[in-house]
């Protein structure tokens, strides 16, 4: 069977299932549906690698799967034989960042110079409106208070890994989205501390310093050993350069599998008003970020950047700080539900852009005088 073929199949296995969860859950067997959305998504994920246009939702669909199976068997993934899988959390949050920093150079640090205007208001605008934003809503919704503390925690995140590729995919300024990410990720110890106290404060304790001290050996000290990997044995170790996207990946869908399953009855009371703040939030950052930077007169690429940059936040980090508050079944459902909501609504955004190669009005003026001068 041709490759192709294979992954028309998997589409259509994932058509038929879906039409037996509908059926099931109509005739109020909604227990009995649960693997067969399972089967749905899993299907789906293989499916949509076969074609350009659905490639980029193929993970988004494996995290979906991973959730389901999570709210139908949570008892897999709370604990076994008295090990609880949360204490994996912290492990697998530095083995991605590792990753991260083995991706990196101080040229990526360097973009600042390069491009300071476009840099400080990518960041002025994730550190200012996203926790500003998450509190807001936080406060709108009505949460309890550890939930109302997941949004804000979400919102005061750096930018995520996923943002560079949604910049690539949006034809966005691949340079200026990596700086953006490396500084943010770097301010982070600072100032998601500060906003947690402030804002996050207000609905649960917030002790500043073992947060910053939470994201320093999660975060900095692991991408900094990356750094100095990859200054090192960078393509020298090529099964490890092959193995790490793939290990983070399977990590982050780890980590909302467990919080998940965690946080599981939490979240089906809380879970669809959860979504819909996740939707009006990151939405609202791709907005902000993309008019506030034209309004500063960045370009089009640039404008692009600074919303995907806005808008996506670091949902594994969430997800890491709310497991060393220990509390991960409830501040941790936010970064849960973020996190693939964001991949999806990123893709969403990357492929329409994708579509759209981005003119800016001088190069337009230019293409123009240039075909005048061509006919006349």
């Not at 947060?211 to 999660?218: C, L, R, S």
């Amino acid at each position: 069977m041709k490759q192709n073929s294979i992954y028309k199949v998997a589409l259509g296995i994932a058509a038929l299932a879906l039409v037996v969860a509908l059926v099931m859950i109509f005739s109020g067997k909604n227990a009995q549906a649960g693997p067969v959305f399972i089967l749905v998504f899993v299907a789906l994920g293989i499916g949509f690698r076969g074609f350009a246009i659905t490639k980029g939702f193929a993970y988004t669909m494996m995290i979906f799967a991973a959730v389901t199976t999570a709210l139908n068997f949570p008892q897999y993934f709370v604990e076994v034989n008295g090990f609880k899988f949360a204490t994996l959390i912290t492990p697998l949050i530095q083995i991605i960042m590792f990753g991260m920093g083995t991706e990196m150079g101080l040229k990526d640090f360097a973009g600042v110079l390069k491009m300071p205007k476009a840099v400080l208001i990518g960041l002025v605008g994730h550190f200012t409106v996203m926790p500003l934003l998450g509190f807001s809503l936080a406060k709108a919704f009505g949460f309890p208070p550890e939930i109302a503390a997941g949004v804000v925690l979400i919102g005061s995140m750096p930018c995520g890994l996923a943002s560079n590729v949604m910049s690539y995919l949006a034809n966005a300024n691949l340079a200026l989205s990596v700086t953006l990410t490396a500084v943010a990720t770097l301010l982070a110890p600072f100032l998601t501390p500060l906003w947690m106290k402030i804002l996050g404060g207000q609905f649960v304790e917030v002790d500043a310093l073992a947060m910053m001290w939470d994201i320093v050996k999660m975060v900095i000290i692991p991408i900094g050993g990356g750094l100095l990997f990859n200054k090192f044995f960078k393509g020298k170790a090529h099964w490890l350069d092959k193995a790490m996207p793939l290990v983070s990946m399977i990590g982050i869908a780890f980590i909302i599998t467990i919080i998940t399953a965690a946080g599981r009855d939490n979240l089906i009371v809380i879970g669809p008003a959860l979504i819909v703040c996740a939707l009006i939030h990151n939405t609202g950052g791709y907005m902000f970020g993309y008019w506030i930077g034209r309004l500063f007169g960045l370009k089009e690429r640039d404008a692009r950047t600074i919303a995907i940059e806005v808008g996506m936040q670091n949902g594994g980090l969430a997800s890491g700080l709310a497991k060393e508050m220990g509390k991960a079944a409830t501040i941790g459902l936010a970064p849960a539900v973020f996190g693939p909501l964001m991949n999806i609504t990123g893709s969403i955004l990357a492929s329409y852009w994708h579509r759209k190669p981005p003119v800016d009005k001088d190069e337009a003026l230019n293409q123009e005088f240039s075909e005048l001068a061509v006919k006349s």
